[in-house]
């Protein structure tokens, strides 16, 4: 999940730019939360310094002694890897905006099918074009691979779960386990996930939830080696919630 931060100095600015986002987050299905807004340059400094920031979008006028300029190159040295977004009415700055490794510069009155083809392009970016596909029942079945949710097995049949819809056909999770990539884990005898559709974990439950509220959930028996593989620096980075009590 990609957590966002907003930095404005007007709020109904903050909140316009927060509504468009979160209804592109929602309509392309994207995993990612708007953790933080402020029209304080010190409070974006402070939290970027203490809390997990993937997406910065800032206005370069915020009407202080610090602009936005200055507080890009602030956060460039504690966080290389965070990608900045300016969002302002002042485009005679963005030439030395993307001095600042700037993924975009968008000007205000931004309009939401501009913001929209940037937040895609930065999802393509970040997470890679994936489309790889899973062939079932002869070929007559094909499956983008970053579109499954989880697969369940319910007897002799196994059960895709898609953004989309449901596909089933009869195989062994042995013989499915050999198509997928390494980002799908097992995580009980009838459930293997896709790492990176997670969206919440209950240790106290032992449920897994995905953006569309399905759950599926871990057994005993691989417990542990599904926790293991949630604590690796990769699907450390997806953000996944985990809850651990009750």
Do not use: W
């Amino acid at each position: 999940m990609l957590n966002f931060v907003l930095c404005d100095d007007n709020f109904s600015a903050i909140e316009k730019l927060s509504k468009m986002l979160n209804s592109i987050l929602i309509s392309h299905n994207l995993n990612g939360q708007i953790t933080f807004t402020t029209d304080d340059p010190i409070e974006l400094l402070h939290y970027v310094k203490n809390n997990p920031t993937h997406v910065l979008l800032l206005d370069i006028d915020l009407k202080s002694s610090t602009s936005g300029l200055q507080i890009a190159e602030q956060i460039r040295t504690i966080d290389k890897n965070v990608y900045i977004i300016f969002v302002t009415g002042h485009f005679e700055f963005s030439m030395l905006a993307y001095k600042c490794k700037t993924f975009d510069f968008l000007q205000k009155p931004l309009t939401k099918e501009r913001f929209e083809e940037t937040i895609l392009r930065l999802y393509s970016d970040i997470f890679g074009n994936k489309s790889k596909y899973i062939h079932l029942d002869n070929d007559r079945t094909v499956i983008k691979e970053n579109s499954i949710r989880f697969i369940k097995k319910d007897g002799m049949k196994v059960i895709f779960h898609t953004d989309t819809r449901d596909y089933e056909t009869y195989s062994s999770f042995n013989k499915i386990s050999g198509m997928l990539p390494y980002n799908f884990v097992r995580c009980h005898k009838s459930y293997i996930v896709n790492m990176d559709k997670i969206t919440d974990i209950d240790m106290s439950e032992n449920s897994i939830s995905f953006t569309n509220n399905d759950k599926c959930f871990i057994g005993p028996k691989y417990k542990n080696d599904f926790m293991e593989v949630l604590r690796n620096e990769y699907f450390t980075d997806n953000m996944v919630s985990v809850n651990y009590t009750k």
